[in-house]
């Protein structure tokens, strides 16, 4: 499903609709939600609207397990720190219990010791679901080079097929990364990526090109297996899609 925003606000409602939609059914059926963020400069729209009155007070927050998709290798007062990101725009302004934040440790020396102990938390919280977890919602974004979490065009990390979590140098940051993997990502119930602005134009031409080749950009391979995958654009990233896709959007 492609939804095309017509303005920021549209596009930060709709954000902030999905979240308590697949939250309220979730708790319903699980008694839990659990939703793994993304960082980047997109959720600081998003994340306050999350915090305004309106949705926070209708998510139950007590059942709301929050993890995230990537992090950078810094403190979590650092800030590039997805975390702080977070905490600061949303987590220290709604009423989620400490002990359901799972933040990964970027902190840790090691970016495959913070890996492997973030995949133990969750191996622990998702104790029943093998060979991978299944998160209700996965945000997330996508870079001007079709990354997606920290997946970067030609990395190892991108052909990781067993693992849930992977700590690495990304060479073209020059900076160590934590991911969720792709299995982990395509086992999710519902994936919304938030995708605005011209700057992701031409990858989204390119993504959604029938002749399009297949695996040119760490976002193709996004496929939720039984899941759900939402794209979130606003009108200027979706300036260069082919009119038959552009066709089949709802524009919100
Ligand atoms: C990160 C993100 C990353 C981000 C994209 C898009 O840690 O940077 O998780 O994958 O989502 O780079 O970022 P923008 O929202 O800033 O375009």
Not at 9 to 28: M, N, P, R
Not at 38 to 47: A, E, H, I, L
Not at 150 to 171: D, I
Not at 222 to 236: C, M, N, Q, R, S
Request: charged letters at 25%; aromatic letters at 10%.
């Amino acid at each position: 499903m492609i939804y095309i925003a017509q303005d920021e606000a549209a596009f930060v409602k709709k954000a902030a609709q999905l979240v308590l939609e697949t939250f309220s059914g979730a708790i319903e059926a699980r008694k839990r939600a659990t939703w793994a963020l993304c960082g980047g400069r997109t959720p600081q729209w998003v994340f306050p609207k999350i915090a305004e009155a309106y949705y926070r007070e209708r998510i139950d927050w007590k059942n709301v397990l929050i993890f995230w998709g990537d992090e950078r290798c810094v403190p979590p007062d650092h800030k590039d720190s997805n975390y702080k990101l977070a905490k600061d725009l949303m987590l220290s302004k709604v009423p989620v219990p400490a002990e359901n934040i799972y933040r990964m440790a970027g902190e840790m020396t090691s970016p495959h010791e913070a890996a492997r102990a973030y995949e133990t938390q969750l191996k622990n919280i998702f104790k029943y679901d093998r060979p991978f977890p299944k998160f209700d919602l996965i945000w997330l974004g996508m870079g001007e080079d079709g990354h997606t979490a920290s997946l970067f065009p030609g990395t190892s990390a991108l052909e990781e097929t067993e693992k849930w979590v992977v700590g690495h140098h990304v060479e073209r940051l020059s900076s160590n990364r934590l991911t969720l993997t792709i299995p982990v990502i395509n086992n999710a119930r519902r994936v919304v990526v938030l995708c605005p602005g011209e700057s992701k134009a031409p990858v989204l031409r390119d993504l959604f090109h029938p002749l399009a080749s297949k695996n040119r950009y760490p976002i193709q391979r996004v496929h939720p297996t039984g899941g759900e995958l939402i794209w979130l654009l606003d009108k200027a990233a979706a300036t260069k899609l082919p009119p038959d896709i552009r066709n089949k959007a709802q524009n919100i």
